[in-house]
């Protein structure tokens, strides 16, 4: 019960504008892994926070998640994919 108690605290604690960002970013690389248009995610993104934040400020945050999530995507695609034959002959 002590550890429960513990967690709870723990996560009551963290910053949610943290979780926020991480869920948009997430939200973001479905769509984008999707598909779907950029500006589109760009919409999606500006309307989860408009009654949060002024217009600009929703602007600026929405292309922020997109860079961050593009940013992502980019990284796990620049990693070559090894063949068998290259891991076969590889020099150690």
């Known amino acids: 019960m002590l550890?429960?108690?513990?967690?709870?605290?723990h996560y009551q604690t963290?910053?949610?504008?943290?979780?926020?960002?991480?869920?948009?970013?997430?939200?973001?690389?479905?769509?984008?892994?999707?598909g779907a248009p950029i500006a589109d995610v760009l919409t999606m993104l500006e309307t989860r926070h408009r009654f949060e934040l002024?217009?600009?400020?929703?602007?600026?945050?929405?292309?922020?998640?997109?860079?961050?999530?593009?940013?992502?995507i980019e990284a796990l695609e620049d990693h070559p994919k090894h063949t068998p034959k290259e891991t076969k002959y590889a020099v150690a």
């Open 54 to 72: 002024s217009a600009a400020d929703c602007r600026a945050y929405a292309i922020e998640i997109l860079w961050a999530a593009q940013q992502q």
């Open 14 to 34: 963290a910053n949610p504008r943290i979780a926020v960002w991480r869920a948009d970013t997430a939200l973001a690389n479905v769509w984008l892994a999707e």
């Open 3 to 9: 550890k429960a108690a513990r967690k709870r605290r």
